[in-house]
């Protein structure tokens, strides 16, 4: 147990600014998680980490083993578009995460794919079995999985060679210009705003994005958009440059749109089998939520 005391200070403080302040041994995520957990106690009480600590007030912290690294099997329901022997492409839901990382342990794509599948390739680790691209949390739409290590290897070198063929749909504010465009900007961590990226820097990773636009609106476009490269929110990034953010797209500058998601799905991927080089290509149909969405603006067609 840790026990700790508020000093006096020149103001209010957050319970989990406090923490993060008082005990940088351990990771934001990881103190986050003790407070939800009831681990962390104010006078005895059980706080939310937006509670004001006062000065003299006591804090007990009770430190929780690390869970260990490796992913686990979860029973959790599947929409899977393809598979072989080498190759699975799932259909994942906006607001699954894929991998175990910071802070989240349970209810992932891994755990999910651990348990329909067992074996998974062990190339990316014992916390990323089988996963050789990602989508962000808020993504919908196709990831392909390997199932054993040589199918890993084959499909990882196809995505470095950029011959992988990787199309998103984007429903994004405002009209584009031209019915098709190019965007070649670096993208990096904002230096301001470390949970963003961008791409207004000279330094970064190169990045390409096309698009082209497949319906127009009053107030917004639909884009189909292929992407010759894989940064971290890429697509989100360059489109915001643009002046043109993905719709629901709050944290690169997009109106909120109540109770909606951020419109961006993974919605085909072409790609060569590992095994026997065959060209293959998988879609992925809309979800349900931004089929609804562009029903309510207008005609589009994805034929």
């Known amino acids: 147990m840790i026990n700790l005391v508020v000093a006096e200070t020149a103001g209010p403080e957050r319970l989990d600014h406090f923490l993060v302040r008082t005990l940088p041994q351990y990771s934001r995520a990881r103190l986050q998680e003790w407070i939800e957990a009831g681990r962390v106690r104010v006078e005895g009480e059980m706080r939310k980490p937006s509670y004001k600590l006062r000065t003299g007030e006591s804090v007990s912290v009770e430190p929780a083993e690390p869970r260990p690294l490796r992913a686990f099997a979860e029973e959790i329901p599947l929409d899977i578009l393809y598979e072989d022997q080498d190759v699975i492409a799932v259909n994942k839901p906006a607001g699954m995460v894929v991998h175990a990382g910071a802070g989240r342990h349970e209810g992932t794509l891994v755990n999910a794919l651990l348990h329909k599948y067992g074996d998974l390739s062990q190339v990316g680790g014992p916390l990323r079995p089988g996963i050789v691209h ?38 994004v504010q405002g009209n584009p210009r031209a ?4 965007i070649d900007r670096p993208v990096s961590r904002d230096p301001r705003h470390r949970t963003r990226m961008t791409a207004r820097l000279a330094a970064g990773r190169a990045a390409h994005t096309e698009f082209t636009v497949r319906a127009r609106f009053e107030k917004s476009a639909l884009l189909e958009v292929r992407i010759g490269t894989g940064r971290t929110h890429q697509i989100r990034v360059h489109l915001a440059s643009l002046g043109h953010p993905v719709a629901g797209d709050t944290l690169y500058g997009a109106a909120a749109v109540p109770e909606r998601r951020p419109f961006l799905h993974a919605w085909r991927i072409r790609f060569d089998s590992p095994s ?17 969405w562009l029903d309510r603006l207008g005609p589009y067609n994805l034929g």
């Open 276 to 292: 026997t080089g065959e060209r293959l290509k998988v879609e992925a149909p809309l979800a349900p939520e931004l089929t609804q």
């Open 179 to 182: 019915d098709h465009g190019v």
């Open 134 to 171: 990602r989508l962000d949390k808020g993504t919908s739409g196709i990831l392909l999985v390997t199932r054993t290590d040589g199918a890993h290897r084959r499909l990882a070198a196809q995505f470095a060679a950029r011959s992988v063929e990787k199309t998103y749909l984007a429903l």
